[in-house]
């Protein structure tokens, strides 16, 4: 067979350890045909083999991000950006929501997202009085960068019927002023008051939605990402773009099966089509680190409460039963050490009960897992528990959470080395919207640097190597998903997914990591993005 395109005349970096380094690659069709040095590959060219000359530059496995809400990115392409760097006061918030109710018909649902009480000079949450400034004949929703967290005015809450009586529900809390009367900041499953009246965006919004955010990855390099916890509607939206052949990018979809609005919804039936996949459900058990909603074993800094579980212990033990007996894969979000002993248990129940249908078992994995101590680390690794990660936390979101985090859990927070030495099946992601930066290269100089935007350093003895960071953003993130015999590497028969980078990541210096930039992408062997 002839090569339809060669890439030799720089670095490449295979993950394979058959062959950890080559100096050219040959295409053909959507697969890798050959990887070696020049005289090898150069053999596969026939009159009509496209030559691409790297000039140096570096040329990886294009990068998998494994937990990235994409809808939630492209949503916020027509949302109000609620980011520090673009709103960095209270004042500002509300100028800019002001803007947009001026530009919006009257009792139009107003969004907004990406702000963080402790970057902000009030060191507060906006609340309903301040949103109230900007309108109080819009429904207004803003939500906190973590997406645990959302305030809205006085307009959202009386169309919720929110009021002093409103009890808060399981899992959830409402805020409240000292004469009981909500304060507009609604927490974890209180949310759902809102979300569940608020009109969903329509299907040609989603698309648009996830065909923008999905180029905007393609531009940092990545070819591949996982969807963490999508309603039925928007997994049908990514089925109908992939059979369209319209998606950008490769999507592993995981649904949910208990919405943000509280209602349930059937399990999906899994299917597979050229681009995309879903055979995954996603489940909660806590909130996050940065808004201090992550159920913790001892209370937080400066607090009597340990955080919310989304579930007692029982019922998420039976949540996972439910999935894992229908032969899906269980994806569970668990930050805090309290829930990830109790979902461990979980796990290990259907582990020795084996109710999954015959065939092999469905994957068990993690997701965030940012404070596991030893012991639980040996029990996910018994279980064949596979992890998805984000080292971009550290620095994104590092100073939050140890403004809530307790002196005594910062060592096993976010543990990378602990997690590799422990023999887990580890992936890296960005969990964007959540943090203000997708891109893999800051995700992976943040494995090594483990440093705030303050200048911090979260339990430096968890650092790992940039090579390893390069391995949980495409090897690691491929097995996790179970695509790991055919994604994630540079190898004879593996899906030709590229990415060629401006400079070697693992010759260059970590303080200039981010100085790299993506000149191509290359997606099942077809360019896909290009540097202008």
């Avoid at 009386?158 to 808060?168: E, F, R």
């Avoid at 279980?383 to 550290?394: D, E």
Wanted: proline content about 7%.
């Amino acid at each position: 067979m002839q090569a339809d395109t060669i890439l030799s005349g720089g670095v490449i970096h295979t993950m394979d350890p058959a062959r950890p380094r080559a100096s050219a690659l040959a295409l053909a069709g959507a697969t890798i045909l050959e990887v070696g040095d020049d005289a090898a590959v150069e053999r596969l060219a026939g009159a009509h083999t496209r030559r691409i000359d790297l000039a140096g530059r570096a040329l990886v496995p294009g990068f998998n991000d494994a937990h990235i809400h994409l809808w939630k990115e492209g949503m916020l392409l027509s949302q109000v950006n609620a980011r520090p760097a673009h709103a960095p006061t209270i004042a500002a918030l509300v100028e800019a929501f002001a803007e947009r109710a001026a530009a919006v018909p009257a009792g139009q649902w107003i969004e907004g997202r990406g702000y963080d009480e402790t970057r902000l000079p009030e060191g507060r949450h906006p609340n309903r009085y301040d949103l109230d400034r900007a309108s109080v004949a819009h429904p207004i929703v803003l939500g906190r960068t973590c997406g645990h967290i959302i305030a809205v005015n006085s307009r959202a809450l009386q169309l919720a019927g929110i009021g002093a009586a409103t009890p808060d529900p399981p899992g959830g809390a409402i805020d409240r002023d000292a004469r009981g009367e909500p304060t507009g900041v609604l927490r974890e499953t209180a949310m759902a008051l809102v979300r569940s009246i608020q009109p969903p965006p329509t299907e040609d919004e989603l698309a648009r939605a996830l065909i923008g955010a999905g180029r905007k990855c393609l531009a940092l390099g990545i070819t591949a990402i996982g969807e963490p916890g999508v309603d039925p509607r928007t997994v049908a939206v990514y089925r109908q773009l992939d059979a369209a052949g319209q998606l950008p990018l490769r999507c592993d979809v995981m649904a949910m099966t208990i919405l943000p609005n509280g209602a349930r919804v059937p399990q999906p039936a899994p299917w597979r089509g050229h681009l995309a996949k879903c055979d995954t459900v996603k489940l909660f058990s806590d909130g996050g680190l940065s808004s201090g909603t992550a159920a913790l074993s001892i209370p937080y800094r400066n607090r009597h409460d340990c955080g919310l579980p989304r579930f007692p212990a029982a019922q998420l033990a039976d949540e996972v039963r439910l999935v894992y007996g229908a032969g899906l894969t269980v994806a569970v979000h668990s930050i805090g050490d309290r829930v990830i002993g109790d979902l461990l248990d979980a796990f290990e129940r259907v582990r020795a009960a084996g109710s999954a249908p015959a065939g092999d078992q469905p994957r068990l994995r993690i997701e965030h897992f940012g404070l596991p101590n030893a012991a639980q680390l040996a029990r996910a690794r018994a279980l064949g528990v596979m992890v998805a990660t984000q080292p971009s936390f550290l620095h994104d979101i590092g100073d939050t959470i140890l403004f809530h985090l307790p002196d005594e859990l910062v060592p096993q927070c976010y543990p990378f080395r602990a997690m590799f030495e422990a023999g887990l099946d580890v992936a890296f992601s960005s969990d964007g919207p959540v943090i203000s930066d997708a891109n893999p290269v800051l995700g992976m100089q943040a494995a090594v640097l483990r440093r705030t935007r303050s200048g911090r350093t979260i339990a430096p003895e968890q650092a790992i190597g940039v090579e390893q960071a390069l391995w949980a953003f495409t090897a690691g993130s491929a097995l996790v998903s179970g695509e790991g015999a055919r994604l994630g590497r540079l190898a004879p028969g593996f899906q030709a997914d590229l990415a060629v980078l401006s400079g070697d990541p693992l010759d260059t210096p970590i303080e200039r990591l981010l100085e790299i930039e993506c000149h191509q992408t290359w997606v099942a062997g077809t360019l896909a993005y290009e540097h202008a």
